[in-house]
């Protein structure tokens, strides 16, 4: 009898350290979907350097416009995708109180709203896995799992995001791995 997959959606992924030298190095990604088709995910720690209204020509709020924007991933890198989160969402569809959305349309009906308790954080790209792909990766132990938190999404600032979650997820292996250089022949 075949075992049931087991969804991530609404979890972390974490480098487990064995992902350097390729674009996920000590990256953690946001798991948004993950079922039999396969998963997608953004990448929540690789700021650009850029906001918003420097890569998208669009009438957007200035609140956006001044928003940093992030690498969600390798794949598609003009693809525009956000996560937003408000006091209360209804028919969230990552985790609780937490979305995903696409359309240019949908993000400026958010940006324009005056809801003082909105977040919204903005990606180009994404990260995706065929039908296997990923559960065969977490098999090779390329990557650790945590369960996701609005404060982590939002709040971390995305260049302590690996090494907090690490400390957070405990054991020595991990805080080593937490405080390890980046290259660690250089240390």
């Known amino acids: ?103 240019l349309d949908e993000l400026v009906e958010i940006g324009e709203s005056f809801s003082p308790t909105k977040k919204v954080k903005l990606f180009a790209g994404y990260a995706g896995w065929s039908p296997g792909q990923l559960e065969s990766e977490l098999k090779s132990r390329a990557w650790l799992t945590f369960p996701a938190s609005l404060e982590l999404v939002f709040e971390t600032p995305a260049d302590k995001l690996w090494p907090e979650i690490l400390r957070k997820k405990g054991g020595w292996k991990n805080k080593l791995l937490a405080h390890m250089p980046e290259n660690p022949s250089l240390n």
């Open 1 to 103: 009898m075949a075992e049931k997959m087991k969804s991530l959606q609404g979890m972390f992924l974490l480098d487990s350290g064995q992902l350097g030298g390729s674009f996920f190095q000590r990256s953690v990604v946001l798991v948004c979907r993950h079922d039999a088709a396969g998963a997608f995910g953004l990448v929540l720690n690789r700021d650009t350097g850029n906001h918003v209204g420097e890569m998208i020509v669009a009438d957007l709020p200035e609140t956006l416009r001044k928003s940093p924007l992030f690498l969600g991933g390798p794949v598609q890198p003009t693809a525009l995708s956000f996560l937003h989160t408000d006091q209360y969402i209804a028919h969230a569809d990552v985790m609780p109180n937490l979305s995903l959305g696409h359309s």
